[in-house]
C-alpha cells in the first residue's frame, strides 16, 4: 500500500509542481509548497485512502499552501501579487505539457550541471533531498543548500518558453553517467540514479513519442545498463567489455533497446544518440567479443565523429579502429589527441599492450593509473601494468 | 568532482591568524567560506589544532608525541569542495587568504568507474 502511494505520488509530483507554476511563477515557493502537499499526502492516503482524483488532491493543499505564503509575505509585496490570490485554484485534471515545460525550466541553461541534475531529480523525480545527497555522496545540508539556490535562480524566469529538448536529454544522460560509473556494491543506501533516468527518459518519451533523439537516448541508456550485471565481477572489480560474461547481460532490457534503437534509426538523419543507440545495439547483437561488428562499429563512430567531434568519440573511434585494423592503427588515432583525466592514457596503454610495446604500455598504464579519480580503476589499471613483463 | 584544499602552515602563520592582525584574514575567510556554503559547494571543512598536539601512531603501534617530521610547513586545515571543475577548484584556493602560506589542491579518489 505505501509503495504503491509513494509511486502514485512521485508520478504526480512533477505535473501538480508544473500546474502551480504556470499559475503562479515563483518556482521556489510553489516547490516548497508542493514538497508540503506531497508529505501530507504521504501521511494520510496510506490511512484514509488514496482520494479520488488525487492529482487534484494535492493541486488544492499545495494551492493553499502558495496563497497562505503569499500572504504572509504580502505585506511588503506589490498589490499585484495580492491580487493573485483572489484567482482560482489551477486546473485538477493533469497537463502532460506542464510536466514537459517543468523539465525544461529545471535544465535552464541558467543553472549549472550539479544543480540541474539535483533540481531535475526533486521537482520532476520527487526524490528527496537526502535521497539526492546520498546518491552524489555530499551532506544533506550541502544539497539542500544547492537546491534552494537554484530554486531561487528559477523565481522569476519564464515558464512559457518552450524548453531546449537537447539541454533536457543531457541532463537526463547525466543522471545516468552518474550512476552508472558509480560502483555498485559499496553502498547500498545509494539510491539508483540508472534506474532513475530511465524512469525520466520513459516519461520525457512519453510527453514527445516521435522525437527519435529521445527515443535513441532511452535505448542507450537500456543497452548500457543491460550490461551493469557483467561489468564487476563478484570482488566488485570492474570487468572490461570484451572479457565480460555475456549470458548475464539483462536480455529484456537488450530486445527493447534494440527493438527502440532500430526504431530511431529507421527514419534518420541520425543524431548524436541515435549513433551512440546504434553502436550499443550492435555490441548488444554479439554473443561472444570476437563476434563483435567492428567494421560497422568504426562506421558508426566516424559518423559520429563528423557530426559532433569530441576528444572521446575520437578515443572510441581509436579502439574500434584497433580492434577492426590492428592496435597500430587505433595508435595513430590518439596521436595528438588531447584530453583530461585517465581514459587517454589507458587507452593507449592498451593498444600498447596489444602492439606488444610493453615497456611503453605499462608506462602509460601507471600514468592513467595515477590519473583517475576511481578507486576501482585505479586498482584495474595498476593490475595491468604488474602482469605486463617488460621484453628484455 | 571533489576535491580536498590542504591548507599548509607554520607556527608564525599560525599566530598571524589567530592574533589580532588576523582579524581581516579571519573576516575573508569566512566571507569565502559563506559563499561556498551558499552555493552548495562546500562538503566539509576544519582547522587542525596546534601541531605539538600531534600523536604519531607506527606500524609496530608505537606512540610518540609531536608531528611526523620537523617541517617547515605542516598541515593546518582542508576544506573539502563539490565543484564543477579543477580550475573552480582553484579559483578558490586562490583566494583563500594566504600569510606565507600554501595550498593544495588535490582530487578525492571516488569508488566510481567505467568499464573500460
Known sequence: MSARVDDLLRECAPQVLGALVRRHRQFDLCEDAVQEALLAAAQQWPGEGVPQNPHGW??????????????????SRAREERLALLEPP???????????????????????????????????????????????????ATMAQR????????????????????????????????????SSGSDLARPDLTAEAIRLTRLLHRLRPDDDETVALLALMLLTDSRRPA??????????????????????QI??????????????PLGPYELQAAIAAV??????AADTDWRQIVGLYELLDKIAPSPVVTLNRAV??????????????????????????AVRAHLLERADRTAEARAAYLDAAARTGSLPERRYLERRAAVITPSA | MKFMLMIYDNPDTRAVFFGEEGKPLMAEMEAIMAELKESGELVDTAALGDPAATKVVRGSG???????????????????????????????AARWPKVDTAMEVRPLLGDGGEEM
Request: glycine share 8%; net charge negative.
Open chain 2, 62 to 92: 608505537v606512540v610518540t608525541d609531536g608531528p611526523l617530521a620537523e617541517a617547515k610547513e605542516h598541515f593546518g586545515g582542508y576544506l573539502i569542495v563539490d565543484v564543477e571543475s579543477e580550475a573552480r577548484a582553484v579559483e578558490i
Open chain 1, 90 to 140: 489551477p486546473a485538477d485534471t493533469p497537463d502532460t505539457d506542464d510536466t514537459l515545460q517543468l523539465l525544461a525550466l529545471c535544465c535552464h541553461p541558467a543553472l549549472s550541471p550539479p544543480s540541474q541534475l539535483a533540481l531535475t531529480l526533486r521537482a520532476v523525480g520527487g526524490l528527496t533531498t537526502a535521497e539526492i545527497a546520498s546518491a552524489f555522496l555530499v551532506p544533506g
Open chain 1, 58 to 75: 494535492l493541486v488544492a493543499v499545495a494551492h493553499r499552501r502558495v496563497i497562505d505564503a503569499i500572504r504572509s509575505e504580502s505585506a
Open chain 1, 255 to 268: 530486445a527493447e533497446g534494440t527493438a527502440l534503437a532500430e526504431r530511431a534509426i529507421a527514419r534518420g
Open chain 1, 147 to 182: 537546491i534552494s539556490r537554484a530554486k531561487k535562480t528559477l523565481r522569476d524566469k519564464d515558464f512559457d518558453t518552450p524548453g531546449d529538448l537537447t539541454v533536457v536529454r543531457h541532463v537526463l544522460y547525466l543522471i545516468f553517467n552518474e550512476g552508472y560509473t558509480a
Open chain 1, 320 to 345: 574500434a579502429v584497433a580492434e577492426l585494423r590492428g592496435p597500430e592503427a587505433g595508435l595513430e588515432l590518439l596521436d595528438g589527441l588531447e584530453l583530461d583525466g585517465h581514459r587517454l592514457a
Open chain 1, 231 to 252: 561489468r564487476t565481477d563478484a570482488g566488485g572489480e570492474l570487468v572490461p567489455l570484451v572479457e565480460q560474461d555475456r549470458t548475464r547481460w539483462d536480455a529484456v
Open chain 1, 283 to 288: 555490441h548488444a547483437d554479439a554473443k561472444t
